[in-house]
Each structure stands twice: as structure tokens, then as C-alpha cells.
């Protein structure tokens, strides 16, 4: 089976990328790992693994298009199948996920439609919920609408602070992204309406 092209974005350390790089999924690679901050440590990972690296840096331009545009430019030479995102810290404006429509994956640590944009684990323990979880779904231009791919729940214990919670959701993240991954890039799965629905 072809691979698919990949390119993962991630904004910050990059744990989940670690994650998606260390299960080896048979169906992917990575062909370069982007962001939107030159001191992400996320590249550095990419770099030790010889994976190519791109940075634009998000300041400097007028809007969301005009970056986003540059972005398609920069990494049309690549060919890519599929975006990861992985602690990308930028909203994708329509200009971006209408060239990669359908094509765009995402990772949430909450189980969506709870608890969606920034701050999710104080969301969840503010609001009190004695379980939330992680969420991969693809993206749409909304923000953290588009059709679920798979959820995994984590429990709330009452000595739980942000800080514990959020260890216990990335946990959890790096075994489901890889999951969610092998999934949508071995074409086992379709989306019907918002529904995500292993093929039978
Ligand atoms: C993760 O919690 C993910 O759900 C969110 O951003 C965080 C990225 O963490 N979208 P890392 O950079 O992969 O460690």
C-alpha cells in the first residue's frame, strides 16, 4: 500500500508528534514537520529523526489568509496526503481547510462538543464533570466541529488540579493519535455526514 504524505503542525513541545513518530505507522510518513514558532521544540524532535522542517513565522502578516496562503505555497513541493495537527496554535482560516478539505486532523483533549477551543482541562474541572477525555476528529471551518474520528475518556478524581489532569489527557492522546491515524491512512474508515464509520 502507498504511504501517505503527512505534515504534521504543532506549535509547542511536540509530545504528540513524539507519539505519532515513535509508533512507526506502516501507512505514513512524515514528509515534514511545520510551525509557526522557530522555537518550538517540536522541530528539534523532527530534526533528530531527519524529518524536514518548515517555520513561518505568523507575525508580520496582515490576516489569517495571507499567512495561511503562504503556508499552502510553502508546502505545495511536498505533495501531502494529510495535516496533522498536533498543538497547532493557530485556527485554520477557510483559505487553508478548503485546500485540504477533508484532509486535516486534529487532537483534542476533551471529548468534543464539550469543553472546545482553548483551556479544556480547566474548562472541564471548572464546569466540574467527573469525566471528560481526548477527541481526534477531522477539521472543518469551525473550530473543533468537524466529524469525530475516536474519543477515549479520562476520569476526574476529586485531588485532580489542571496540572494532573492534563498529564492524565496526554497520556492518553499519545496512544490514541497513532490509533486515529492508522485509521484514516489505511482508508478503513468513511465519513458520512458527521459520522465517521468503519468501512464494513
Ligand atoms: C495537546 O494537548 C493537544 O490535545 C492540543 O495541544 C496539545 C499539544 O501537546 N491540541 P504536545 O505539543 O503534543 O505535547
Not at 477527541?135 to 494532573?164: A, C, K, M
Not at 496526554?170 to 468503519?198: C, D, M, N, T, W
Request: net charge negative; with cysteine.
Amino acid at each position: 500500500m502507498n504511504k501517505m504524505r503527512v505534515a504534521v503542525f504543532a506549535s509547542g513541545s511536540g509530545t504528540n508528534l513524539q507519539a505519532i513518530i515513535d509508533a512507526q505507522i506502516q501507512t505514513i510518513e512524515i514528509a515534514v514537520v511545520f510551525s509557526n514558532k522557530s522555537d518550538a521544540y517540536a522541530l528539534e524532535r523532527a530534526k533528530t529523526h531527519n524529518i524536514p522542517v518548515e517555520v513561518i513565522d505568523h507575525k508580520g502578516y496582515e490576516s489569517r489568509e495571507d499567512y495561511d496562503s503562504e503556508v499552502i505555497k510553502v508546502l505545495e513541493p511536498y505533495k501531502l496526503d494529510l495535516i496533522i495537527l498536533a498543538g497547532y496554535m493557530r485556527i485554520l482560516s477557510p483559505v487553508f481547510v478548503r485546500a485540504y478539505k477533508g484532509k486535516i486532523v486534529n487532537i483534542h483533549p476533551a471529548l468534543l462538543p464539550c469543553f472546545p477551543g482553548i483551556n479544556s482541562a480547566r474548562q472541564a474541572l471548572e464546569y466540574g464533570v467527573k469525566y471528560t477525555g481526548v477527541t481526534v476528529h477531522f477539521v472543518d471551518e469551525g473550530v473543533d466541529t468537524g466529524p469525530i474520528i475516536l474519543q477515549s475518556v479520562v476520569e476526574i478524581e476529586d485531588s485532580d488540579t489542571e496540572e494532573t489532569l492534563l498529564q492524565k489527557i496526554h497520556k492518553v492522546e499519545h496512544q490514541i493519535y497513532p490509533k486515529a491515524l492508522e485509521l484514516v491512512s489505511s482508508g478503513q474508515i468513511e465519513v458520512k455526514g458527521r459520522r465517521v464509520l468503519k468501512k464494513s
